[in-house]
């Protein structure tokens, strides 16, 4: 029996939690169901009343919603990623995570508010989205050196997630312009056989 991951191709919370299986061999363990949480599916509210994805129900039924409890999870089932450092250097790696998950958050509030009827599209949210994005950019450019590309924690993949959703979805945002570092950086973790293996749909 296989775990199952809700999820759909094209969501960057369920590509963290896909990347991060890939890189701890777990992938064929699982089992992904797509689904569209916008819709309600029936088979997803069975799983979570909140209809969100991913959610990921283990062998023995236990019930996972969220990237950030599932990654906890898989992390114990699978080895293959770096563990975060200790002491400072830990604050400072989860702190770049937290941005990348923001600028996940923002990313995809982004697409959201812009497939509204263009009457109604609310451009005062898109602008603080837009910098939101820009300044979590700038605070990981800063970073860059201290990410991995050949021993990467759930840290560069949240970032790399993150870096991939905005070519993704919002191309039109040029965030490699002025981030050298980040972008050398991303364009090696681009070509990892997990993030290749769990790139979106064309």
């Known amino acids: ?38 819709s309600s599916p029936e088979e997803l509210l069975a799983v979570n009343p909140l209809s969100k994805i991913p959610v990921l129900v283990t062998e023995r039924n236990e019930v996972l919603p969220d990237s950030a409890l599932i990654a906890e999870y898989l992390l114990t089932r699978g080895r293959g990623l770096t563990g975060l450092p200790r002491g400072s250097k830990r604050w400072a790696a989860l702190r770049c995570q937290v941005t990348a998950d923001g600028i996940m958050d923002a990313s995809v509030a982004t697409v959201m508010e812009k497939r509204r009827p263009e009457s109604i599209v609310y451009m005062a949210s898109l602008d603080r989205q837009a910098a939101l994005i820009s300044r979590a950019l700038d605070l990981l450019e800063q970073q860059t050196s201290t990410f991995e590309t050949e021993a990467p924690s759930t840290v560069e993949v949240s970032i ?43």
Request: hydrophobic letters at 45%.
């Open 1 to 38: 029996m296989k775990m199952k991951l809700y999820c759909s191709p094209t969501s960057p919370y369920a590509r963290k939690v896909r990347v991060i299986a890939a890189e701890l061999g777990l992938s064929d363990l699982i089992e992904e169901i797509h689904v569209d949480p916008h």
């Open 160 to 202: 790399g997630v993150a870096l991939a959703y905005i070519d993704f979805r919002l191309p039109y945002i040029e965030w490699r312009t002025g981030r050298d570092a980040l972008a050398a950086w991303y364009a090696n973790f681009a070509q990892r056989p997990s993030m290749l293996l769990t790139a979106p749909p064309a």
